[in-house]
């Protein structure tokens, strides 16, 4: 047999994992950062990444039956002070992605809800320097059933993720180190065939998902009205499989990726319930993942429940 | 004190959502061991698909039971059934379920590994698999479905063949299995009453693996793993003594190669085509006064197996394919097919998740085992219920692949003569919610490929007709929601499919087995 030649059919990947770590940056469940008891903060932002090149496996190329795939989002946050070291937090994005050549259709649609809790049993302060350790568990889970065999352009990865981090904080004076470590175990999901490859074929819809790691480290400087970071944030997939070459990318692909950015956050000085964030990013190394550069700007606004808020 | 608690409890509870149970149940885990509710003994008489006739194969005739050298067999039978490992337990609970049944799985898993379109050479070239050098990449097959179609014919023909010629020698020698000549021997695979010489399983074996080694010659060790285990899982439940393994084995490779005398001159090789040709074909289509296909894909890959509708079909002569394929699609300028493009167009602007669930469900592209092989697994699924012998299992997948390889010849051969665009081509606003495949639109390959199978599943297990000809059009139907077929082209294909599933038909009435 000679000459076989088949599909056009792109071959990427997903560049946003499911927890989408980078959507907003108010409080989130991976700062050092927390609501005072009783105050509600709600957050708003939008967001937008693209990748042009990726790596299938190890191997990093680019695909011009996709251009340059994007991913624009916007996000609502609540995060409510229950106690001033015990938080409640949720968030759900929208997600829409295009691609600007070949002929597949982006689709678009509310993602994961993400629900979370952030604890802080531990403070001290020896002279000018702070020490606070955080304990986060979270909980994420498909906001409807989205399609999620059709990578790239599909909006999520469609698992559960039940996800704990431990996070330290070290501040002097007004600099500071964040460190944070959190276990992602995520559920298997289901796909609409009734059989599929990976290393192997399975005769199953259910794909077993391998679970996930995150690892961040942030330093720059903050005070109550300003935080100035970079920071480094690495995910790294349990298991899973590598996309082979000119394979498409599938929901159990091994993803990882080593983004670097920087992020910045300023309540006014006049009206210090409003404050304004924004940051962006790069991503620096990676497996099954695009090479995605990305940026993403917010408004948040507190308010305070306290009946004696007068006082405060 | 008590963070500590806190943080012993976290890293517990992690400790134990990490080690939760994410193992899938396959479907085909759990299928009983075969259990023929008809032994089909009369099978030697059945019609052959290919091999003529059985005089072709000389199988010796086997000792007799009283003979010292099937004494000695049986003592050795005796010994390898005893202290069985847990991995020989595991094999034998593998092949129990059916060889021919097991074998279409190795294949279905082997088109999917396959099923990859070669990268682009610096060039923007694309370079082309080659069977002399399989290893190298791109690796050899790209099984594409026309390339798949074919594969899962030839191997299910060879072992249906194979099959026939086995039951011939079976009733002509008439040599029992070891269990009824020593009830000391209790095998653990059910009973037959079958003659044991020359053994089934051998048989497929044989045939498979010398038919895959052409098809997947890259892996070749798989698959001769595969053929020992099958082999051996027969002396080790106590089914078969070891001439009969051997003779079966040497059966099936005969008759293999015959098949494979067959698919050497079928016309495959020239499937590719050359520039020329394709440029021809291209020029053919202008000269009709119609817009022609091309490649979406960037750098442009050159099409698919333009010439496999010149191979030659299974289930009726070259000359009826000209009588087969439809009449020419709506002109791209028609108001015929502004209709078409608008309904398409619609589909792809208004994605539901029930049209999404569609389009994936059959989308069997990239990295499947192809619409051929999605239908084998639909098969699979009630003939398992059905209680088929090994050859009846064979028989059915054999009809049931031949008319997917023709359905392949004659979609090939219709979608090069009118080398029509696709929906996507004719209106850049169409963005498809599957990939495009690379080659012509005019007729759907997975509405041929339906129709064909739905027909002759539906003569094979006629309480489910209604519901394969449902799940044809669905299949069909999905082209049109993911954007990459008109309304003609699904409706012609799963015609067309329809009627090569109808020569199908015909050829199970005849053959014997009904």
Known sequence: MKTNFYPFIPKIILLFLAFMPFLTKAQTEQDALMMGTRKLCIAGSVGYNSWTNYWEGTFKRDNDNLGQVSTKSAMLMVNYGIKDNLNVMASLPYVKIHATQGTLNGLGGFQDLGVFVKWRPWQQQFGSQTISLFAVGGYSTPSNKYNIDFLPMCIGLGSRVLSGRLIADVKVNKLFVTVSGAYMHRSNVEIDRPAYYTDHQINSHEVAMPDAGNFQLRTGYRTPRLIAEVFVDNMTTFGGFDIRKNDMPFVSNQMNSTKVGVEAKHYLAKIPSLGFHANAWHTVAGRNVGQATGFMAGVDYIFNLSPKSANN | ?514
């Open chain 2, 1 to 514: 004190m008590k963070k500590v608690f806190i943080y012993i409890s976290t890293c517990f509870c992690l400790c134990y959502l990490a080690s939760c149970d994410k193992e899938i149940e396959e479907t085909n885990a759990a299928y009983p061991a075969l259990q023929p509710s008809k032994t089909d003994a009369d099978a030697g008489t059945w019609t052959t698909m290919i091999a003529a006739s059985a005089t072709d194969f000389p199988v010796p005739a086997p000792q007799p039971t009283s003979s010292a050298d099937y004494q000695q067999e049986l003592q050795e039978l005796k010994k390898a059934t005893q202290n069985l490992t847990s991995e020989q337990k595991r094999i034998i609970n593998f092949w129990k379920a059916g060889s021919v049944l097991r074998w279409n799985e190795i294949m279905r898993e082997l088109v999917a590994k396959h099923n990859l379109p070669p990268y682009q050479n610096d060039d923007n070239t694309y370079p082309v698999p080659s069977a002399a050098n399989p290893f190298a990449y791109p690796i050899f097959p790209f099984s594409n479905p026309p390339y798949a179609a074919r594969a899962y014919a030839y191997v299910s023909i060879a072992q249906y063949d194979a099959l026939v010629m086995a039951h011939h020698f079976k009733t002509a020698f008439n040599r029992p299995a070891p269990y009824q000549v020593d009830n000391a021997i209790q095998p653990m695979v059910p009973k037959s009453d079958l003659a044991a010489y020359p053994s089934e399983d051998a048989v497929i074996a044989g045939a498979s693996i010398e038919m895959m080694k052409l098809l997947f010659p890259a892996d070749l060790e798989y698959l001769k793993k595969m053929a020992e285990e099958e082999k051996n899982y027969r002396l080790w439940s106590g089914a078969n003594v070891k001439s009969d393994i051997a003779a079966g084995d040497s059966l099936g490779r005969w008759v293999a190669r015959k098949i494979i005398q067959r698919a050497k001159t079928d016309g495959m090789g020239a499937a590719g085509g050359n520039p020329a040709l394709w440029t021809k074909l291209e020029d053919d289509c202008k000269a009709k006064g119609e817009t022609p296909w091309y490649s979406l894909e960037t750098p442009k890959r050159p099409p698919m197996l333009p010439f496999f509708g010149n191979v030659k079909p299974i289930l009726f002569g070259t000359d009826a394919v000209p009588s087969l394929r439809p009449g020419p699609p709506p002109s791209a300028t028609s108001a015929e097919m502004k209709k078409e493009l608008d309904e398409v167009l619609n589909y792809t602007e208004n994605p539901t998740r029930e049209r999404m669930r569609i389009v994936n469900f059959w989308a069997d592209g990239v990295g499947t085992y192809t619409p051929p092989g999605h239908w084998n697994a639909i098969a699979t699924e009630d003939f398992v219920k059905k209680g088929y012998s090994e050859v009846r299992w064979a028989r059915n997948y054999a009809l049931l692949n031949a008319s997917m390889m023709d359905a392949a010849i004659m979609c090939w051969n219709t979608k090069y003569h009118y080398f029509n665009a696709r929906p996507c081509q004719l209106n850049p606003k169409i963005k498809t919610l599957t990939g495009v495949p690379n080659f012509p639109a005019y007729i759907s390959g997975h509405s041929t490929f339906s129709g064909a199978a739905a027909t002759i599943l539906g003569y094979l297990v006629p309480e489910k007709a209604a519901e394969y000809k449902t799940m044809a059009l669905e299949a069909s139907n999905s082209r049109m929601y993911g954007g990459i077929h008109y309304r003609s082209d699904c409706q012609a294909g799963l015609d067309t499919g329809g009627k090569i599933g109808d020569y199908a038909i015909a050829r199970a009435k005849t053959d014997g087995a009904d």
